[in-house]
C-alpha cells in the first residue's frame, strides 16, 4: 500500500509539472530541419527506446524522401505525410539506420500500403517524452511516450473501424529483413534486422521487440509483400503486391511484413499499445515491457517520463536570458541525453561486441558511441553534469575492448561501423580519468589504448595507417582521398591523451613516446600557405593546393569533411605551440580571425568547433572568444526547427550551446580546463553530483554593465579575482560561486 | 552393451539387404517424367520428411523450369541443372508447393547464386530410402537418406574448398519468408512459410528446423538477397543482390536466405548433415532429430530406411510376371506409401486444422489428404494391407473435424485447399467402417458427415452449392465453369456412403433421406446424347452441347478436368441403376465399350478410373474387364520415369495399377467388396494385419493354360469355387488361398 500511495502522490506531483519546470523550456522540434537531424519524438534521457513520428516516405507531398536522396532521419519538419511511429531512432546522425517498426493507426476500411494508408497531420505537440498529433485524413489523435526500453501510444478514434498496423517492411534503415509471430490475440513478438549504417553493409544487428494492445481485435493478421512470380503463380493476384494473411496467425518472416488488428470503436474510444525491444531477445523485450510498464496507463508512463526529464535537465537552472535563449539552451541539454543510449536489458543483458554472444553488464551498458563528434565536448558535460553515466560509458568502451579487442571508433548496437577516423575513444577516457572518474579497469583501458596506438599493420583496426604514421610521424598523402591529414591530426590528439596518462601513472618512457609523436602536427604545416597541406610519400607537399577546397562536403585531398583552413588550427593539445607555428600571437590571432572573416569556419563541423576559444590562450585577445561565441549562438543556435547549424551529431553541436551559454568551454579534450567565455543568462545554478563532486551547488551569476555588456571584465570566484581565462575542472567543481562582470567594451 | 549389440547385429542385417528383398524391385524414377510428379527423394513410409534431388530452376539447361510454367513437381528426369535437396515434398500431385529447405554442396570459390552455382550430375541412384548422385561440376558425391521426421546427407568432396549452402530462398513452394538463427558453429534452426497450394493464397503453414553439421566450418554465414534500392543505398553493391552475411550470427529473415558453411577438405573427406523438421516449433524440430537419430551414422540410418521400406512392402509378395511387371507394382506400393504423411513430431504435438493452436495426438495424425483423389482407392489398399494406419487416418480426419468444425477435402499440413469438389471424407470413413476399422470417434464422425451433409447456406465449406442441391436433388449450372454436374456426381457417392452407414447404425430416416439424394444422378441423363449433361437452371438442359469436351484440361460447362464421357459412368453405387439408366446391360456394355475405343477413357483422372470394371456387373461381360486392366497396365504402367500415365495423385494411379495387377479392386468405395480381374503374377502372397486379420497369410495364385492366357476361367477360393466377379471384404481377408484359373479366351 505504501508503494501505491508514493505512486499516486508522484503521478499527482509530475502531472503537475507538464509544463512546469525546465521541461517546459525544451523544444523538440529544433534541429527538425536544416539538416539537423533531431526528432521531436518521445524518449529518456539515453534511453533505448525512442518514438517518433515518421515522415519521410510514400509520397510527392513530401519534400524530403528517404528512398529519393541520402537521407538520415525518420522526421523532417518540411514534411507533411505521416506514416506511423518509428520505434528507436538516431538523434542528430548524417547516416540512414534504425527508425523502424512502424506503428500506424487508420480508420475505415483496412489499407496496408504505405504509400496509401499515411495521413497528413496537424496538432504536432511534443515535450521532452510525449508527442501527439492530429491525423487529418483519418481524425485520429496520436499520443506517444516512452520508458527507458518502452514505448506505449494512445490513440484516440472516430466512430467506425480502427486500425492498428505494424509495419516492419519500411524504416529508416537500409537493411531489410523481419520475423514475428503472434503470441495471444493482443501480442506479437518478432525481430528485425537493422544495420549498413554509414556505408558498413557487415554492421548489421538484430532488434527483437513485443507489442501488446489493450483491446481484443475483432480481425487480425498479416502482411507480405510477395515476390513478382511468373508463370508459377499467375493466378495469384497477390503477386508483386501485399498480401493480407487473414486466416494465418503463426510464424511469418520475410522482406516487407507487417502485422495488423481492426476494431469497431464509438467515437471518441482509445486504443494503447505498448512495444517492448530489447538487442538480445524476444524474452527480454517482454522482460523490459512488463519492468517497466504496469498495465496500461498512457498518463502514468508520460507523467513519468516528464518527471524524469525534469530532473535530469533541472541539474541545470538558469535564469535571465531571453525565452528563446533559455529554449535554445534547454533543448540542446535535452539533446545531449540522447546519445549515447541504454543497450543492456533490465536483467543486465547485452549483445557482445562484434560477437554473437550475450552477456550481462553490471551497470549500464551504453552504445550509439559517435566519437569523433562527441569526445570533443559531450563526454565533457557528461563528465561535469552526469558523471555517474560518463563513467558507466568509459565502462562501454572498456567493456567493447574487452569482448571485441578493440575501442570503439563509432559503434552502433555492438558494430563497429569505423565512420570518420582517428582514435576518439582514448581522449573520452582520458579526460573523465583526468577528472576524477577512475572507478573502471584501468589496466584494461590502458592496456587497449596502448594497442591502438601501437599496434602495426593493416590489422591495427582503429589506426589502419598506423605504419606510416609510425615510421614517419605523420601520413603522407597515399590515395587522392585517403584524409591523411586529418587522420594523423587525430591521432596526434590521441597519442597526446595518452602521453597525459602514462604521464600522470609513471610510465615516463609511454608518456614520452606518446607526448612526441603528438608534436609531428608541425611536419604538415606549410610556411607557403600558412596552413596544414597534404604531404606525398616522396616527403614533399601537395601541389596543386588550394586550402579553402573542402568547403560544402567537397572531397578534398588530405582532408574529411573540411578544407585545411577547418583542420589548420585544430590541435587543441599544443596551443602554444600552435601559435608558435603559425608565426606568433599576433599572427596566430590575425590568421585565426580571417577563418571567421572570411567565411572558412564551419559551425556545422567539429574538426573547427573549438576554434572561438583559442583566441583565449592569447592575453588580450580573449574579446574574440566571447564575442564569437555569442555571435555564433545567435547565428547558428535558435528556437525554431531550422535552430541547428546542421547535423547535430549526437549532441556534439547542442553540447558546444550548452557549454557556450553557461560561459566554459572544454576546449582541449584531453585536459581537465575550460575556457571561459560571456555566459548568456544572468544566472546558472548546476546542481553537481553528490557521489563524485559531494552534491555541490555551483552558482554562475552574470553581473552586466548594461544591456549589451558581452565581454569579460572581470571573474570572481567566491569573493576572489580569478586571474585568466582557463579554469580547472577541479575548481569549478569545488567552486560554489563564480561571478562573471560583463562590459560593453 | 546389450543394445549396442542388437544395434549392430540389425546394422548387419540391413546393410546385407541392400538390393535385396522385395525393395531392390523399387524404382523411384517411375513417375519423374511425363507429369507424374513422383521423385526419386529419399522418404520412409508415408514419412513426414523426404529429401529429393531439385532440379528444376537456374538454367536454360533445364526442359522444364518452376518459374517459366506451371510445375508441381522439384525433379524431372529430363533436366539436368541440380541446385541442391529439397527437405518435405509432395509426390504426385498437380500443384506447386513443398519442396523447400535446399541443402547444396559446391567445392572451390563461395557462390550463394543459384543460377550460378548449380551443377550437372552423373550416377544418379535411387532406392527406397536412398539417393545419390555424382556432381560433375564439382566432383562431389552426394547422398541422402531419412528418417520419418529427419534426414541426414554425406558428401564426399574433392580437395580443397567445400561448401555447404542452405538455400531458404528458392523451392517450389509459391510462398516465400524464412527465418533462421545460429545456434553454435555447427548448428542452426529456423523457420520457412509454406503454402499457397492449388490457387489458396491463404492456406499458408510453417515449416520448423534444425540443421546439423558433423564438422566445424573454417567459414560460415548467411546470405540474403537485399532490395533493389535507390539514392538512399547507392553506395551498397549489394542492392538487388545476395549479400553474405560475414559476421553475423544472430537472427536473420527475410524472403531470399540461406547460410553457407566453407571448409578445407582433403580429397575424398565427407561431410555429414542432419535436417530435423516439424509444423510446431524448432525445439520439436530438434526433439525429433534427437529422437530418430543418435549422432551422425548415415550407413544406419540408411539401412534402417531400406529395412523399413523392406517391412512394409514385403506386407505382399509376388512371384512370377516379368521383372518389369514386378518393378512396376512394387514402385506402385512404394508410390502409394507416400501420402498421406506424418504431420505430429515425435513428442505427439501437431498444427490444429485450421488453427493456430498446437494439440497432442494420441497415436500418429496424418496429413496430405487428396480425398477427391484418394477416396477411390488408396484408403482401400491401406484398410487392406496397412489398416492400422487408415484407422490412424480416419482418426485423423475426425480431429480435423473437431477442431475446424469440417471434415478434410484436400488438407495440406493443416489447411483445407478445397482443391477439387465433393465431400469425400465420407466415402473413406464409410469404407473404413464397413471393413471393419471402428475404433475411432463414430458419433462424432457421423455429426461431421452430417454436417456437411445436411448443412445449408453457403457457409457449407464442403458443399458451398448444397442449396440447390437440396431444394432440386441435382445442381444446375449457374455459372460457365462451376463443375456443377461433377460436384452433383460426387456428392451422390458421399450420401450413397452416408446411407450406408446410417442404415447400419438403425438410423432408418437418415439412411433413406440420403440413399434417396444419391439416386438422383439420372436427373443429368440426356436420352437424346447418352450421357450426363449440365442442367440449366430452368430445368433445361444445356446447348449446344458437346459430351467430348473437356479432354486435356480444356475448361467444360459442368465437369470438372474431363468430358462428359469421363463422368457419364461415375455411379459406383448405384451400377444396376446406371445400367438401367444406360439402356440395359447390352447397350451399357457397348456405350462403356465405345468409351475405350473411341478414346474417352482418360487413364490420367480419377472420375473414370473404376470404369474398365463395370464391365464385371453384366455377366457375360467380365472378360472385358480383364482384358482392360492388363492393357491399360500394359500401356501406360511401365518401368521407366514415364511409367506413369499421368499426376500419380498422392498414389491413387500407383494403387489402380497394385490392385489391377493383384487381380482385385476396390470399384465402390462405399462398399467393402473388390471386383475381381486377371492378376498379372504367378503367385501373390498378402500378409494381412495381426491387430487386424489375425495375421493371416492370403495367397493367390495363377494358373494359366499358356502364356497368353489372360482371363478368368474360374476362381477357387479354398478349394471352393467362386461364383461371380465380385468378392466382400471379409471373405477376402478370410480366405487362405484364391486360385486364379486363367484361359487364353
Known sequence: ?????????????????????????????????????????????????????????????????????????????????????????????????????????????????????????????????????????????????????????????????????????????????????????????????????????????????????????????????????????????????????????????????????????????????????????????????????????????????????????????????????????????????IHPNLLNDVNGEYPAMESDKVLTANGNRYTVFSLWDTYRNVHQLLTLLYPGKQLEMVRSMVGMYRESGWLPKWELYGRETLTMEGDPAIPVIVDSWMKGLRDFDLETAYEAMYKSATTEGKHNLLRPDIDDYLKLGYLPLREKYDNSVSHALEYYIADNALSKLAAALGKKEDAALFRNRSLNYTRYYSPQYGVFRPILPDGTFLSPFNPKQGENFEEVPGFHEGSSWNYSFMVPHDVPGLIRMHGGKRRFTEKLQAVFDEGHYDPTNEPNIGYPFLFSYVKGEEWRTQKLTQELLESYFKNAPDGLPGNDDTGTMSTWAVFAMMGFYPDNPTEPFYTFTSPVFDKITLQLDPLHYGGRQLEIEVVRTGKDARYIDKIVIDGKRFGGYRISHEQLTKAGKIVFYLKER
Chains 1, 2 share one sequence.
Open 1 to 337: 500500500m505504501r508503494s501505491g500511495t508514493i505512486t499516486i502522490l508522484s503521478l499527482l506531483f509530475s502531472l503537475h509539472l507538464f509544463g512546469q519546470g525546465v521541461t517546459a523550456h525544451v523544444n523538440p522540434f529544433i534541429g527538425t530541419t536544416n539538416y539537423g537531424t533531431t526528432h521531436p519524438g518521445a524518449v529518456l534521457p539515453n534511453g533505448m527506446m525512442s518514438v517518433t513520428p515518421f515522415n519521410v516516405m510514400g509520397s510527392e507531398k513530401n519534400r524530403y524522401d528517404k528512398d529519393k536522396q541520402w537521407w538520415s532521419t525518420p522526421y523532417s519538419y518540411e514534411n507533411s505525410y505521416f506514416t506511423g511511429f518509428a520505434h528507436l531512432n538516431l538523434s542528430g546522425v548524417g547516416c540512414p539506420d534504425l527508425g523502424s517498426l512502424l506503428l500506424m493507426p487508420t480508420s475505415g476500411e483496412l489499407n496496408v500500403n504505405y504509400d496509401e494508408y499515411g495521413s497528413g497531420y496537424s496538432d504536432e505537440q511534443a515535450s521532452p517524452g510525449y508527442y501527439s498529433n492530429r491525423l487529418t485524413r483519418y481524425g485520429i489523435l496520436t499520443e506517444v511516450t516512452a520508458t527507458e526500453r518502452t514505448s506505449i501510444a494512445r490513440f484516440t478514434f472516430p466512430e467506425g473501424q480502427a486500425n492498428i498496423l505494424l509495419n516492419l517492411g519500411e524504416g529508416l534503415t537500409n537493411e531489410s529483413g523481419a520475423w514475428m509471430r503472434r503470441i495471444s490475440d493482443t501480442e506479437i513478438e518478432g525481430m528485425k534486422l537493422l544495420g549498413t549504417f554509414c556505408y558498413n553493409p557487415q554492421a548489421v544487428f538484430p532488434v527483437y521487440f513485443v507489442m501488446r494492445i489493450n483491446r481484443q481485435p475483432s480481425a487480425s493478421g498479416y502482411w507480405k509483400r510477395q515476390r513478382e512470380m511468373g508463370v508459377e503463380a499467375a493466378w495469384d493476384s497477390t503477386a508483386g503486391k501485399r498480401k493480407l494473411y487473414t486466416r494465418y496467425g503463426r510464424d511469418i518472416a520475410g522482406d516487407d511484413i507487417g502485422a495488423y488488428f481492426s476494431y469497431q470503436v464509438v467515437e471518441g474510444e482509445t486504443i494503447e499499445v505498448q512495444i517492448g525491444v530489447s538487442f538480445v531477445s524476444t524474452a527480454n523485450a517482454r522482460e523490459n515491457l512488463e519492468s517497466e510498464q504496469q498495465g496500461f496507463r498512457f498518463d502514468e508512463v508520460r507523467a513519468a517520463a516528464s518527471e524524469r526529464w525534469e530532473r535530469e535537465l533541472s541539474r541545470v537552472r538558469v535564469t535571465g536570458g531571453t525565452d528563446d535563449q533559455r529554449v535554445v539552451f534547454y533543448t540542446a541539454l535535452y539533446h545531449a541525453l
